[in-house]
């Protein structure tokens, strides 16, 4: 192996050590009763909520409809995941101080068959817990079973589900694919005479990046909206205008979409403190494009038609709501302007203009 290959599997290995302090992967609930939304977060050895008490509100939901209880003590994966994943690293370790290409390739394999066979369990877990119901059970709907989605969102009963790796997951998704990125460069260097220093410079960027860039992994800005399927946190109707809304990142790096702004600020503004990490709105001059909400500029005016009637519209910034304000009226507003006046978003849920 060359140094840089070996550099680069060793920074992975080294990198993958962030799963004993960071989440591996994060499962949201939001239905209308649970506007804030309830969540899980799946640790190397031990699984908690989003907040306190989320872990023992999922619990008791599960009871309704007969799923068995989530006790993480009672889950053998994780007392076995902590010490796989340190034979990992010390392996890999050793694999890049040894620098020999089969010791390698018969890490990098068994990394990967770790990784697939974790995707695998995981799946399995949420089947069994889904379908194996208690008979029972209080709520009880034909047919139905509650297994989240393995990656992504899906909708059960009331609740919508979201199931995504969390920091510590994107963290070991990069290094996976940093060692992929040695194994095939130096697969390819035995089948083709290329520049050797073109090679490694080219595989060390892309290797740095990964794992450089999944180590500040949780969301830090907004994701598109897809209309005419996301639902507004706040008033539970699907969005369907690309003009108006916003989104709100939570400190456990949830994101919370809405439909207009009068939503977005109503929710602000009875969220507890310092649940919101960053906030933003959409400018209404580029539909669907995201700009921080402290850094824009609003119009409250009879002639903007928002969603929820609250007629508030969004701007890149003051500069840009002022010189829009000739031709659509209002008041010119700025973020905190909206969070102090409580009639931005006192509309009636549900109520569409």
Not at 181 to 208: G, I, K
């Amino acid at each position: 192996m060359t140094r840089t290959a070996r550099w680069i599997v060793g920074v992975a290995a080294l990198a993958m050590s962030a799963a004993y302090v960071l989440p591996l992967w994060s499962i949201g609930l939001i239905a209308p009763q649970y506007p804030e939304g309830l969540g899980m977060l799946i640790w190397i050895n031990t699984i908690g909520g989003f907040k306190e008490n989320d872990l023992n509100s999922i619990n008791g939901l599960n009871h309704y409809i007969g799923m068995k209880e989530i006790v993480p003590d009672s889950i053998p994966e994780l007392k076995w995941m902590p010490v796989i994943l340190g034979v990992l690293i010390v392996t890999g370790l050793a694999v890049a101080w040894i620098g020999r290409r089969g010791p390698f390739y018969t890490w990098a394999v068994a990394l990967g068959l770790v990784f697939v066979a974790g995707l695998a369990d995981y799946a399995k877990w949420g089947y069994e817990y889904g379908h194996d119901l208690d008979p029972k059970a209080i709520i009880r709907v034909e047919g139905m079973s509650y297994q989240p989605p393995i990656i992504g969102s899906k909708q059960l009963l009331n609740f919508r589900a979201t199931s995504w790796p969390a920091s510590g997951g994107w963290v070991l998704v990069a290094s996976a694919l940093a060692v992929a990125a040695v194994m095939a460069s130096t697969l390819r260097r035995r089948s083709t005479p290329a520049p050797r220093a073109s090679r490694e410079s080219a595989t060390a960027l892309a290797a740095t990046a990964l794992i450089i860039g999944a180590l500040g992994c949780a969301p830090d800005g907004p994701r598109a909206i897809a209309l005419n399927e996301d639902a507004c946190t706040q008033c539970r109707m699907t969005i369907v205008d690309a003009r108006f809304g916003g989104q709100a990142i939570t400190k456990n790096g949830r994101t919370m979409t809405f439909d207009s702004i009068e939503c977005l600020a109503a929710w602000a503004r009875t969220a507890p403190a310092g649940t919101a990490k960053a906030i933003y709105v959409i400018d209404l001059q580029r539909p669907g494009t995201f700009v921080p909400a402290e850094s824009a500029g609003f119009l409250r005016g009879a002639l903007i038609k928002s969603p929820m009637a609250g007629g508030i519209a969004a701007f890149a910034s003051q500069e840009a709501a002022e010189q829009q304000r000739a031709m659509l009226g209002g008041s010119l507003m700025g973020w905190n302007d909206l969070l102090a006046d409580t009639t931005a978003g006192s509309h009636n849920a549900g109520t569409r203009q």
